[in-house]
């Protein structure tokens, strides 16, 4: 580093960099080095404003600068206009933190997302990381437990099942070996927060993870990273090559005695393998197929020894908790949906992004306020909220609140935080036909309602649209949707019904049948 270097940060992201980041920094670093100025370039995380990506930053007196989206066309105008002291410049948009999009977020998890040198160990201890380890390797299991539950964090990785009691079940168990595993497998369509935090934090997530393994007696843990995911391979590798190096992982955690070694696993790229039981099954080199629940994984998970299974953001959520108490953690939120939530909104809008926001927002407020509408200006018409299984809500729906209760009561379900925009263009029988095929694409085939039905289900949609006995076969698709709900072994098969039915009440036109509309002036 020159002793008077500006630093400049440009996102690692992969993101950011399919949107041109890396070419942007070369061209920087070049730009730099022909005008003999002096820059330190680091390669941050995306603050998750991707259309304002690359977004890059320079660091001032003033604070941070930052500029987007920047072109490779515009790296010269910059250094013309002094960017590197904070010049005016048309894609000036001021002080980071200032950036309504980002002031308007509560980050929490995300507090070090493309603020930190994503693989400096020294730059996330900087910025407070490992005060929650430290702290929890001062507690007993069971306190470190009890301060998760007293947050009231809930599995975000789908379930929304209560991470407190799931630990405390994996504590009381008495084996000589548990183990902790990450879900990285993050398969939902237009989701992208784990992915997020493991190129723009890695450490929060290792921490999270050895904050679990130490309360729960736990010696070894695995990451289980979708193969998609070469960028997160990347960084996490080092960071966890950082971590043990610097004693945070390994035999003796920072001298405490206790011992957590950390490996990745990568996926072979199925969306059923991020079901925790089928996950436990490909990490055990076995195909990806459905375990029978009970046992659950917390009692006789990875080689039937007892396992806590969450997702990424569940256990990058960790650190803070311990650091700053659970019940610090529980004042954000609504109801039981305590906390924060990354929303990801994906799909036809104008801001597509990662908003780590309380819950209790509606999908108005994300849509219109930080979405800006659809990108192609026609009009909104439906949004699937929680992934390929979530529902379909029309635009009259959406002020539903975002918390896990809300949407399950309006028939559907948050999942992930992943929500989905469409414009007018969109055919919801169409949709609701890809739910089907999607399921049938997926399924891992160990039980019928699933296996068959899904097939038998695109079959009958297909019939719908063609007006072949319509009526007969509405009727057939709500049975086999029922059979599917009750019969089926895991949430696959148990709740593709939801878009494929919330599509048929919300937009029955789409299906050839009376609209909602019409319906109620039928029957008035
Ligand atoms: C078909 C299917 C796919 C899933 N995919 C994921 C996934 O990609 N990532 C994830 O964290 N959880 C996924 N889950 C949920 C997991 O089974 C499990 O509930 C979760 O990993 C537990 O962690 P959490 O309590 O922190 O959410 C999936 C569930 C189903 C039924
Ligand atoms: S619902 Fe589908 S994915 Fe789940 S166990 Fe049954 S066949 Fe497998």
Request: aromatic letters at 6%; charged letters at 20%.
């Amino acid at each position: 580093m020159i002793a008077s270097a500006t630093t400049v940060y440009v996102p690692r992201d992969s993101s950011a960099v399919s949107l041109g980041a890396s070419a942007v920094a070369e061209a920087i670093a070049m730009e730099a080095t022909r005008r003999k100025a002096g820059i330190n370039l680091i390669r941050n995380g995306s603050r998750g404003l991707y259309w304002l990506e690359p977004m890059v930053e320079v660091a001032t007196p003033r604070g941070r600068i930052a500029y987007g989206p920047v072109s490779l066309a515009d790296v010269s105008t910059l250094f013309d206009a002094g960017f590197l002291g904070g010049g005016e410049h048309p894609l000036s948009l001021g002080l980071t933190d200032d950036i309504a999009y980002l002031e308007r977020q509560s980050r929490v998890t995300f507090a070090r997302v493309g603020v930190t040198d994503p693989v400096s160990l020294d730059d996330y201890v900087a910025h407070g990381g490992y005060r929650g380890l430290t702290r929890a390797l001062a507690l007993s299991g069971a306190e470190i437990v009890q301060e998760v539950t007293a947050s009231n964090l809930r599995g975000r990785g789908g379930a929304a099942f209560p991470a407190g009691i799931k630990w405390k079940t994996t504590l009381d168990q008495s084996a000589k070996q548990k183990y902790v595993v990450c879900n990285a497998d993050e398969g939902d369509s237009g989701t992208f927060s784990d992915r997020m935090i493991m190129e723009g934090d890695p450490f929060v997530l290792i921490e999270g993870m050895t904050i679990a393994a130490v309360a729960v007696g736990a010696s070894a843990g695995y990451i289980y990273l979708r193969s998609e995911y070469p960028d997160a391979l990347r960084t996490l590798t080092a960071a966890i090559d950082a971590a043990s190096r610097a004693g945070y992982l390994g035999a003796d955690i920072r001298g405490s005695g206790k011992p957590f070694r950390l490996e990745i696993r990568v996926g072979a790229g199925a969306y059923i393998c991020g079901e925790e039981t089928a996950m436990l099954e490909s990490l055990e080199g076995k195909r990806g197929v459905i375990r029978f629940k009970p046992p659950l994984p917390a009692i006789a998970g990875l080689f039937g020894q007892p396992t806590v299974v969450n997702n990424v953001i569940t256990l990058a959520s960790i650190p803070a908790i311990l650091e700053r108490g659970g019940k610090a953690y529980n004042q954000y939120g609504v109801g039981r949906s305590r906390g924060t939530i990354t929303l990801q909104l994906a799909g036809n809008g104008t801001r597509a992004g990662g908003f780590e926001l309380p819950f209790g927002l509606t999908l108005r407020d994300l849509i219109d306020d930080f979405g800006g509408g659809t990108a192609s200006g026609r009009p909104l018409r439906a949004v699937q909220v929680g992934g390929p299984l979530g529902a379909y809500f029309p635009n009259s729906m959406l002020d539903l609140a975002i918390d896990y209760e809300a949407i399950a009561g309006a028939g559907g379900l948050l999942g992930h935080g992943g929500v989905v925009a469409f414009d007018d263009t969109a055919d919801l029988a169409q949709m609701a036909r890809y739910a089907m095929e999607f399921c049938a694409l997926e399924s891992c085939g160990k039980c019928t309602p699933c296996r068959i039905g899904s097939t038998r289900g695109v079959e009958v949609i297909d019939r719908i649209i063609a007006n072949r006995d319509r009526s007969d076969n509405v009727e057939l698709l709500r049975d086999l949707c029922d059979t599917m709900t009750a019969g089926s072994l895991c949430a696959l098969g148990g709740l593709t019904p939801l878009p494929v039915l919330s599509a048929l009440k919300h937009f029955p036109e789409d299906f050839g049948l009376p609209s909602a509309n019409e319906a109620r002036i039928g029957v008035e």
